[in-house]
């Protein structure tokens, strides 16, 4: 099968810093708010300017966007400050619409790369259209081979700047992101397509304010291209996604204190290698976490029919299952042992707080 993403060219993206950074709010809400946060963020040096105008929102009933309308203040803002204009398209009238508008950058968001068939449609609409710059969202699944087919069908139209957007993929239960980063994946796309260039999406990867430099700095350090962050002008107002949104000149801080690696061979690699040891770290307290919810469900179930916390058969069970498992996969039997003891105790240290609990609604605590 012939690999489309062979084709791709550089992206016409003016730099301002050593850092390309494609920045605006979630939701164009006003043309006031729309230029007015462009002029902020033209005066740090941004060069491109992002907007959703379509909003494909979880639920009905809340701000699903402006649409169309919103074009024409995109228009201005390219007039006004010669930034370059970004906004979603999840559809063919979206396309023809933005096309139609001028628009420079467009995007297809996580939803939509997760539906083949919505992606081929937006492919078609941008049939001889090579001027366009397309940026793909990763899927909500981790699905390396979805996102890269996504972006091929972009590339097999005829459009030749395609770059990726690892904006984290979503999991069920409570983490500690809103989008867990699955860094690994964007590593072996980068792996596959060392000419591709991958920007990071800290806003609706971290889903808090706080997360935004953190998340900047790491992908950074793994060598991807640049960052796309949701600013607004004035974010604890914003119709959509103000947890996450910062103003511009916050985002003008981050990026001040951003540290650009160099570009050594030696030290890329070892960047890389421990990203990987981040994500698997972030995956252990994931998953650690939910054992634990599971282990509070278990204690209360217990406690309503009144067994007792240790179940010497069922833990002896688990610990000889686990030291097999560990034999194949080249673990240390010691080394197992020790963990699953950890976690014995911690789950009936947890089990034994449920037993105590006079309040049964607070096992699900943790």
Not at 27 to 38: G, K, N, R, Y
Not at 153 to 165: Q, Y
């Amino acid at each position: 099968m012939k690999d489309y993403l062979d084709n791709i060219s550089r992206l016409p993206f003016k730099r301002a810093s050593n850092t390309l950074i494609i920045a605006g709010p979630c939701s164009a809400e006003s043309q006031e708010q729309i230029l007015s946060t462009a002029r902020e963020l033209k005066s740090i040096g941004v060069t491109v300017f992002r907007a959703g105008l379509w909003k494909p929102r979880t639920l009905p009933g809340t701000f699903e966007g402006v649409g169309t309308k919103g074009l024409e203040w995109l228009k201005l803002v390219k007039q006004e400050t010669g930034m370059q204009v970004a906004t979603e398209v999840a559809t063919r009238e979206h396309v023809a619409a933005a096309l139609y508008a001028g628009i420079d950058v467009m995007w297809i968001g996580a939803r939509t790369c997760t539906n083949p068939f919505a992606v081929q449609e937006i492919a078609n609409a941008l049939k001889g259209h090579d001027e366009i710059t397309v940026l793909v969202k990763n899927p909500v699944n981790p699905d390396l081979d979805l996102w890269i087919g996504g972006m091929q069908r972009i590339v097999n139209a005829g459009v030749v700047m395609v770059g990726a957007i690892l904006r984290g993929f979503s999991s069920y239960g409570n983490n500690y992101y809103r989008n867990v980063p699955e860094w690994q994946i964007a590593i072996e796309l980068h792996r596959r397509y060392p000419h591709l260039p991958i920007f990071c999406d800290p806003s609706h990867m971290g889903g808090k304010r706080e997360l935004i430099a953190p998340l900047s700095q790491q992908a950074l350090d793994m060598g991807l291209d640049g960052l796309f962050i949701e600013s607004h002008c004035n974010p604890d107002e914003a119709l959509s996604d103000k947890d996450q949104q910062i103003s511009p000149f916050e985002l003008r801080d981050i990026v001040k204190s951003l540290i650009i690696r160099g570009k050594r061979q030696s030290t890329e690699i070892l960047d890389m290698l421990r990203c990987q040891i981040d994500a698997c770290d972030e995956d252990l307290l994931n998953t650690l976490s939910k054992r634990i919810n599971v282990c509070r469900m278990i204690g209360a179930y217990k406690k309503e029919h009144g067994m007792q916390v240790v179940q010497t058969n069922r833990y002896d069970s688990i610990l000889q299952k686990s030291l097999s498992q560990a034999e194949s996969l080249g673990l240390s039997s010691e080394f197992i042992k020790n963990v699953f003891s950890a976690i014995h105790q911690e789950s009936v240290r947890q089990q034994i707080e449920i037993m105590n609990a006079t309040d049964m609604g607070s096992f699900t605590k943790g």
